[in-house]
């Protein structure tokens, strides 16, 4: 998954045989991709990432050797290069997709299980660390 954090293009890569996330930076001037941080914090697949402000949010996905979605959150900070815990979502999802907006993230749709969450929304408070679920 790729992005952009205040100008500069960040990529997530989730190795499930060694269970690790790995960040990294691309460098313009160089023209090549500097790692930044390898864990164990972030490893989800299919899970939401979302970029606000300094931070990379990763909402929801199957954690490596899982068969089901979790309702995990956590956020990469670009400025300490560390992971922060965040609040959980209220409903474990993967597959959706998600938009930052006013100090808010928004995640939507997606799956749990094997069955589609076509009418649901969350919304995280990034200065709050809470959220709500929003139904249609």
Not at 40 to 46: A, N, S, T, Y
Not at 87 to 103: E, L, S
Not at 121 to 135: A, Q
Request: with cysteine; hydrophobic share 35%; net charge negative.
């Amino acid at each position: 998954m790729v992005t952009v954090v205040r100008g500069q293009i960040y990529a997530i890569e989730f190795n499930t045989s060694t269970e690790e996330s790995t960040i990294s930076r691309y460098n313009v001037e160089l023209c090549s991709w500097e790692t930044v941080l390898t864990s164990h914090q972030g490893c989800r697949v299919e899970s939401c990432v979302v970029t606000a402000g300094n931070h990379l949010y990763v909402f929801g996905g199957k954690p490596p050797q899982a068969s089901e979605y979790v309702a995990k959150a956590e956020r990469f900070d670009t400025l300490e290069n560390k992971w922060e815990e965040i609040a959980d979502m209220q409903q474990a999802r993967g597959c959706a997709c998600g938009v930052a907006t006013q100090g808010k993230i928004f995640v939507a749709r997606g799956r749990k299980e094997n069955i589609f969450l076509p009418q649901t929304c969350e919304m995280y408070n990034v200065s709050t660390n809470d959220g709500n679920l929003l139904e249609a």
